[in-house]
């Protein structure tokens, strides 16, 4: 099934205005019943513009991944390099607070010890300590044909639960096809699979590798993967936000 989301501006000033206008209440609900949610968009088309041209400076990004050449997909990817781009920066800190909420209630369902103070500060202390110091944030390209294989972004031992893609295109106009992917795993059960397809400057919110379902017996973990489905044609760009640092 492909989800499509309705037109919505947010607007004012302040990007974290933005966000924390959004009804959390219900992106969490949904995070719950669907293992995904959907905002409306969040960045303005001038903002997404700006991202998009980010992708020709080289001096932005710690490191640059040819997708093919490790066989993940067709495209290409790049994780941004400290300091990370305002908007970045701003969007990763105002989705932390709200995210661990909820991935200290998943961690209580499910029984783990784990949990995650409120400012995204005080978690990359964490990672850094734990000798994850690299960003994670980065931006990915697809043309026509560019897709990317199912996957989960571990970047060592310390991971956060919940991240997130922002779409920086425009659907329908500047590429086709390119659903965004996300195929759940339960226990004893085939995989259940689900295409997403938001609007540009539009949140896509995502556990990194399961989330508690509810069963007779309680909560068991659902393992879930994400990838993108093959580009018809056009281009597709997204910035991916991810809370736990690397190795």
Known sequence: MVTRTRT?????????????RLDWPALGAALDDRGHAVTPPVLTPEECAAMRALEGEDARFRSRIDMARYRFGEGRYGYFAHPLPPVVAALREALYPPLAALANAWAERLGEDARYPPALADFLVRCHAAGQTRPTPLLLRYGAGGYNCLHQDRYGPLLFPLQAVCLLSGPGVDFTGGSFLLVEQRPRQQSRGEAVLPEQGALVLFPSHHRPVRGTRGHYRATVRHGVSTVHSGERMTLGLIFHDAE
């Open 8 to 20: 919505q501006r947010g607007g004012g000033p302040s990007l974290h205005a933005r966000l924390g």
